[in-house]
């Protein structure tokens, strides 16, 4: 791995290969609000007979994202079951 010896344990600063390098953080996720402040823009800017049907269709994808964040609520809510696990024999 780039000619430097590393433990077994896999850490390379144990090594001192060099200091510890910082892990940047995750990007943050992307703002829904942006898509839906883009899609009411197109319904406004659509002709009147098809603005009915997209106010209905940006409704259907919020009435979706709520019910979506309800269930994960709710699972967050639960208490965590224990998983049951067997042991195989091998022979």
Same mark, same amino acid.
């Given at each position: 791995?780039?000619? #430097?010896? #590393? &433990?077994?344990?896999?850490?390379?600063?144990?090594?001192?290969?060099? *200091?510890?390098?910082?892990? *940047?953080?995750?990007?943050? *996720?992307?703002?829904?609000?942006?898509?839906?402040?883009? %899609?009411?823009?197109?319904? /406004?800017?659509?002709?009147?007979? /098809? #603005?009915? &049907? /997209?106010?209905?269709? %940006?409704?259907?994808?919020?009435?979706?994202? &709520?019910?979506?964040?309800d269930h994960y609520l709710e699972r967050l809510d639960e208490p965590a079951t224990e998983r049951r696990v067997e042991d195989i024999p091998i022979d």
């Open positions: 791995m780039g000619g #430097q010896r #590393q &433990r077994a344990d896999g850490d390379p600063a144990a090594n001192g290969a060099g *200091p510890e390098r910082a892990v *940047p953080p995750p990007p943050p *996720p992307p703002d829904p609000a942006a898509l839906f402040v883009l %899609l009411d823009a197109l319904r /406004l800017a659509a002709p009147p007979e /098809l #603005q009915d &049907r /997209l106010t209905a269709l %940006l409704r259907e994808a919020l009435l979706t994202l &709520r019910a979506l964040i």
